[in-house]
């Protein structure tokens, strides 16, 4: 009832986007998020796009200083930002999971126990859903106040939940044990069309399939073994890569990890167009892909593999395959879309000279020895690490807020350990005026804080670290995971190349500007400068 209360009054005082009385409304909205794609994938790589990211890139407004000004660069966290124009101290989702106080176990961002699973084979149990997201989405207000009709159709539920936000008449993702699925927070029973579509479709087509360079290899830039690649699901680190049996766990995993993954999402994708009429109805609907095998390859082989490549030039004639359906079915000129991304990714510690991991248990160890020498007790004194962020156990940070002598020690312990650029605490963070810091790494950090979820104590890592010890990840305030393509095309849109900075908050208010949706109040800006006179 209270966020119901809030949404409703933040759309009744929203101020009427400004839009041209000449321009018709698009009747569909398409955001395309690409996990994991960082923004030099665009040029570093731009000579093996000849379809879909050089259509959109070529024809559409093109941001190349687009990126997250908060530190928290991670899947739930870009989607729900992208989707709702809030930055997380806005949205609350600061982490894909994090530790919960009150019930003293880690949590998802979209675990919900007040739904159930509604699967699409023959799975059951506790579903997912947006209530732990604390603004409204485009999509939602959309569908609230302009009667639009909302999909979103990810691998990952966190992925199609933050493109959808609380209401949708379809949020689909894949179970990890290879059934489709969403909750009952957004539908009472499987809905016709797509279980029609899914059995129709089987993923265990795939099944056997060989997924090998789509180009001669010369074409690919380094080696096809980089150093500290690790071949996932039973993987080698060389092409080909051979998918598994039909049924078995093993090859679903697999999959999800393969450009055949994309491929089955635009199809998806063109399933709702049909069974749903999007972009034929009065008003203007919403269609969310969220593109999660990129990322699955990169934690895996790294943002300079063969596997990323090929992955992107797949990817390419992906979205190519559905921008032609876009224009067949819904009309050239009669949807506007935006193509972004969640996060980047940093380089493989191992490919760099600089780099190495930070690991939790390292860092939890160095706060158990200081704590334990100033007479804190035996301990433990760490509840949990998620990320950067380390949670203590009850009454362990309030203690040591008000001992400046213990905190110090903690800082320069903490500081000495190898890739720890630096540490900061809750009351760093905390107060407003954090948020507009001169300070970069406070003023980033103090973007992703949401009090209640966040951590007591946070690492900063150094350039070239990552926390854990993952082939390579993401997460921090560094430029690669930070800086992320911003595409718009389609109606509406003004064509060209913009140097501007821009962030992936920008994206719900400028489509919702198009389409002439009143939006609540959000921290992006419309970008104008994309936007025909």
Request: hydrophobic fraction near 40%; charge should be neutral.
């Amino acid at each position: 009832m209270r966020y119901a209360a809030l949404l409703l009054s933040l759309i009744l005082i929203a101020p009427a986007p400004m839009r041209s009385a000449q321009r018709a409304r698009p009747k569909l909205v398409v955001v395309l998020v690409a996990d994991q794609m960082r923004a030099d994938y665009l040029v570093r790589y731009g000579t093996l796009y000849e379809k879909g990211l050089k259509r959109l890139t070529a024809e559409g407004a093109w941001f190349q200083n687009a990126a997250y000004p908060y530190m928290a660069t991670l899947t739930c966290v870009g989607h729900t930002t992208i989707g709702t124009g809030m930055l997380p101290y806005h949205h609350g989702i600061m982490q894909n999971a994090w530790y919960d106080r009150a019930s003293g176990r880690n949590v998802t961002c979209t675990e919900d126990p007040g739904t159930t699973e509604i699967s699409y084979g023959s799975l059951s149990g506790t579903g997912d859903s947006a209530h732990r997201m604390l603004a409204p989405s485009l999509a939602e207000t959309m569908k609230k106040t302009a009667k639009a009709r909302v999909v979103t159709i990810s691998l990952k539920a966190r992925s199609a939940i933050g493109l959808a936000g609380h209401d949708a008449d379809a949020v689909i993702w894949l179970d990890e044990r290879g059934a489709w699925e969403t909750s009952s927070a957004y539908a009472k029973e499987p809905l016709a069309w797509v279980a029609s579509f899914v059995r129709a479709n089987p993923i265990d087509e795939d099944a056997g399939k060989t997924w090998d360079r789509a180009l001669p290899a010369d074409r690919y830039e380094g080696a096809d073994d980089g150093p500290g690649e690790r071949g996932p699901n039973g993987w080698t680190t060389t092409f080909p890569h051979r998918l598994g049996v039909a049924g078995d766990r093993g090859f679903y995993a697999q999959w999800t990890v393969s450009p055949y993954a994309d491929a089955y999402l635009a199809k998806f994708a063109e399933g709702a167009i049909d069974a749903l009429h999007l972009g034929k109805g009065e008003g203007t609907d919403f269609l969310g892909v969220s593109f999660s095998t990129l990322d699955l390859i990169g934690h895996s082989y790294g943002p300079r593999s063969h596997e990323i490549q090929d992955e992107l030039i797949r990817l390419d004639r992906t979205i190519g395959r559905l921008l032609d359906v876009l224009d067949q079915k819904v009309g050239a000129g009669n949807y506007v879309l935006a193509l972004s991304a969640d996060h980047g990714v940093a380089e493989i510690p191992d490919q760099t000279t600089d780099g190495g991991r930070v690991l939790a248990n390292v860092v939890s160890n160095t706060i158990q020895a200081v704590l334990k020498d100033a007479s804190y007790g035996d301990g433990p004194f760490v509840a949990a690490s998620t990320g950067s962020d380390v949670y203590l156990k009850p009454g362990v940070y309030d203690r040591l807020q008000n001992d400046a002598k213990t905190l110090a020690a903690l800082r320069a312990a903490m500081s000495k350990l190898s890739g720890v650029a630096r540490v900061l605490t809750a009351r760093d963070l905390a107060p407003a005026s954090a948020r507009t810091s001169k300070d970069p790494q406070i003023r980033a950090a103090a973007l992703s804080y949401v009090p209640g979820r966040s951590g007591d104590i946070f690492v900063i890592p150094k350039p070239n670290w990552i926390m854990g010890a993952s082939v390579t990840t993401h997460g921090t305030a560094n430029t690669y995971d930070q800086r992320v393509p911003i595409v718009l095309f389609g109606a509406g849109i003004r064509p060209g190349v913009r140097q501007e900075a821009a962030m992936p908050a920008d994206i719900a208010p400028t489509l919702a500007a198009i389409a002439g949706i009143r939006l609540s109040p959000v921290d992006g800006k419309v970008l104008t400068a994309a936007l025909e006179k």
